[in-house]
């Protein structure tokens, strides 16, 4: 399984979620490949892989679907989540809007700036010294990094080392973990260096990495 | 040219600077793919597909490599940006520090929110009423979307219509353009639902999208 197969999952879910809000009962592959930007044949290829069938017209509940998914994506249940660093990006994704109907809840912050600790906090903002002594005593299996390139690989390995096994990281560093660990990096800058590229190449339209090709 | 094989390339120019400022003078396809995370194979395939070839020895030459790659990538000159909506996301983009090295420049944040508003800061916050009077008077022809998805669709609209050709947008909805626009529309919950799903299906490792596969 690619992570372009499981972003298009997420997306072909959180497309149901504003369909059903709708009023939505009924959905057909068509429909779900408009909204995402895929093929209709792509959306009934990524279902069938997992087992999902349609009606005899092709359709799918849309209610059924988004509990499928949400099973297959694991989020049937609330994971806690804690960010290191807590910057701009870090304060970010503290105050995201959209975790909460994902079942994710960020539940700590971790700073070395003694400024930015805030202990009473709904989400509190903690010292970097008790990370790992937080993450054990919560059962922490998922974190973010948004601290500094030079910091990002030291967090790291006190991250994994205390027991966490996925990792979004945003420090603009290609971060490796060992082999029992699950590593996201996602680099701000290059997102924007991708579309100076496009214009000044005249490539046009949506820049696509969701079709496998 | 996909999206993978841009990103490739400007983590190979990334990765490129951080060894130049280590004094390397030359570079084989080996230590850009350790660096990078792909094989050497490919690093040397992205290059031919350029036009770069190694010498006899199969290595590069940093200078060289650098100069055809910003080449390559649109960065030998400048690229004015703006952000819309100067919430977390559109912050820290203002803030970002990896910019000024890639030639981007943010000259601008826009917003609708009035206490948001310093005409007098390095990166002036205006109102977002003089967006499309700015972009026209500088010829801007990037924006980064940073405001809530039920705002997104109209703020593209205004952007294009005022001239803007190239779109990164963290409004968490699949934002679509016409055809001579490029939209990179990268949702941050999708990230980190990514790793919730591959850490609770025990699938380890880097999530890779950076190998054409």
Chains 1, 2 share one sequence.
Do not use: C, W
Request: aromatic share 8%.
């Amino acid at each position: 399984m690619s992570k372009r197969t499981i972003i298009r999952l997420s997306k072909y879910k959180n497309a149901l979620y504003r369909l059903k809000k709708m009023g939505f009962v009924k959905v057909f592959s068509d429909n779900l490949a408009d909204a995402v930007g895929v093929t209709p044949a792509q959306v009934r290829k990524d279902f069938s892989m997992f087992g999902i069938s349609g009606n005899k017209r092709g359709g799918y509940t849309v209610a059924e679907l988004v509990e499928k998914l949400n099973k297959i994506l694991g989020k049937d249940k609330v994971q806690d989540v804690i960010v290191v660093g807590t910057g701009h990006i870090g304060t970010a994704m503290m105050n995201y809007r959209g975790f909460e109907k994902e079942n994710i809840r960020i539940v700590a912050g971790f700073d070395i700036d003694p400024a930015k600790y805030n202990a009473d906090e709904k989400i509190p903002v903690l010292q970097l010294d008790k990370m790992r002594g937080y993450v054990k005593e919560h059962g922490i299996r998922v974190g973010i990094i948004a601290v500094p390139d030079i910091a990002a690989q030291q967090v790291l390995e006190i991250m994994v080392s205390a027991g966490i096994k996925g990792i979004l990281n945003f420090a603009p560093i290609n971060l490796k973990g060992e082999e029992d660990t699950v590593i996201n990096n996602v680099n701000l800058g290059l997102e924007l260096e991708n579309i100076i590229y496009f214009i000044n190449t005249d490539k046009k339209g949506v820049i696509n990495e969701d079709t496998d090709a």
